[in-house]
């Protein structure tokens, strides 16, 4: 039986009458219906395509056909629980761990991130037999109760702070403690955690963990400076905790000369625990948590089993290969250096143009451009950055969205395949738009008084 089409104004009703109204919608005031998708396009039911910057999921490029044939061709044979043996599984396995360091030899599949972030949490307290759990200020690890609690961004809106959680300053060197102009801001900020470490001791706590994403994107594509993790995990190992990295947003070669984040803070760093997700099977869910043989028999140690229903099925694995031999057979990692480096400079040309740019900063294909009404008190425009957005769909069928603390963050996270083409277009638009924006110093005070 065919499927029924409905028009968008049906769809739009329908939603707001059966999804829950906390699950929001792109352009909630004017929502574009996608239909269909590839590459990095997005078609709505009109056929009008649209260039997409926000879908880092879609990470080698939406419905690409090696990954849809791999899929299909598995769940033709067998799609069971990861009880029964299976070859995907294993090879899976081990084709992950030649990316990591060595001893991050275990692992454990799971269906999404915040599953993930979650199983991070229970593998660090049963290894350490601690419970407290430092953070990054702004961070978000995932939508689980568990992950609410470690997550700043959400926590502060919800419940609180629970007090086994302990909030770090976020090492922003545009705008937080330390800054550009700082000799060693990686040490600085580093000591924060050191400090307050040590604050924890003398409330007669222990930590477990320090959880950190390699690169924070919800606090605004943040480039950490360098020595930052190293130090970081010296002083958490050294008060009996462990070191998590979260790759979801940033995993799989998405920095370009490095397969992990991570591995921005130097070849001899090693995180302790290292979660992934959402690139990780180009929109199937799928996840992981990989970790050191010592951690993961502390986990088999407690006698409980760990059993995910649809974590590593054959289907899941065969994706998740197919992902991995299309980084490397279509040099997603060479293309993310090339088309980031050149949209990185004709965004920092375009910062020469533009006053209320106040800083370009990224790496690969992960890129922020913030928004300020005064360079110099670095104040956010956080309603120009939604006017930007709002234009950018409306006259140029291009998705962007914003991120950080005030919103003022224009990200970019396209799919992997995004070209050279691409970058230009995006460029030349805000450029535009821009150019015909009108800022006076407090008009957007005023406009929002209004």
């Not at 049963?126 to 759990?133: A, L, M, R």
């Not at 294909?365 to 930007?388: N, S």
Request: glycine share 8%.
């Amino acid at each position: 039986m065919a499927q029924e089409k409905l028009r968008k104004e049906e769809t739009l009703a329908m939603r707001n009458r059966l999804i829950g109204q906390s699950c929001r919608l792109f352009y909630s005031e004017d929502p574009v219906k996608i239909v269909r998708a590839r590459g990095q396009y997005l078609f709505d039911e009109n056929g009008k395509r649209y260039l997409d910057c926000i879908s880092n999921v879609q990470h080698v490029g939406h419905c690409h056909p090696a990954i849809t044939k791999a899929a299909a061709a598995q769940m033709d044979v067998l799609n069971t629980n990861s009880r029964f043996l299976h070859d995907n599984i294993v090879l899976y396995a081990d084709r992950l761990a030649a990316t990591l360091p060595q001893k991050l030899c275990v692992f454990y599949f799971v269906n999404s991130g915040s599953e993930a972030n979650d199983l991070a949490l229970r593998l660090a307290r049963q290894y350490t037999q601690h419970e407290d759990v430092v953070v990054l200020d702004h961070a978000y690890h995932g939508h689980l109760m568990s992950l609410i609690d470690i997550s700043p961004y959400k926590f502060r809106k919800l419940g609180g702070q629970k007090e086994w959680v302990h909030v770090a300053p976020l090492p922003d060197t545009y705008r937080g403690i330390y800054r550009e102009d700082h000799p060693n801001p990686g040490q600085a900020y580093a000591d924060t955690v050191k400090d307050l470490i040590e604050d924890v001791h003398k409330k007669g706590r222990k930590i477990s963990a320090f959880f950190a994403e390699s690169l924070p994107s919800v606090g605004g594509q943040i480039i950490l400076p360098q020595g930052y993790f190293p130090k970081v995990a010296e002083y958490v190992r050294s008060a009996g905790g462990v070191f998590v990295a979260d790759e979801v947003q940033t995993g799989f070669g998405r920095v370009g000369h490095h397969f992990w984040a991570f591995q921005l803070q130097g070849d001899g760093f090693c995180p302790d625990i290292v979660t992934m997700g959402k690139p990780m099977g180009n929109g199937h869910p799928l996840a992981c948590v990989a970790t050191t043989a010592e951690i993961a028999g502390a986990f088999t140690a407690n006698g409980v089993e760990y059993f995910n229903t649809f974590g590593g099925t054959p289907v899941s694995c065969a994706v998740g290969l197919a992902v991995l031999d299309v980084i490397v057979e279509e040099d997603l990692r060479g293309n993310a250096v090339r088309v980031g480096a050149h949209l990185k400079d004709l965004l920092t040309k375009l910062k020469a143009r533009h006053e209320i740019i106040g800083d370009v900063r990224g790496v690969g294909l992960f890129l922020g451009i913030e928004l300020v009404t005064d360079r110099e008190k670095k104040t956010p425009a956080t309603e120009a950055a939604a006017h930007v957005v709002k234009r950018l769909k409306e006259e140029d069928q291009i998705c962007v969205s914003t991120d950080g603390p005030w919103d003022n963050v224009l990200k970019f996270k396209p799919p992997m395949c995004f070209g050279m083409e691409n970058a230009e277009l995006v460029v030349q638009c805000i450029d535009r738009i821009l150019t015909g924006y009108l800022y006076c110093p407090g008009l957007e005070d005023k406009r929002k008084r209004d």
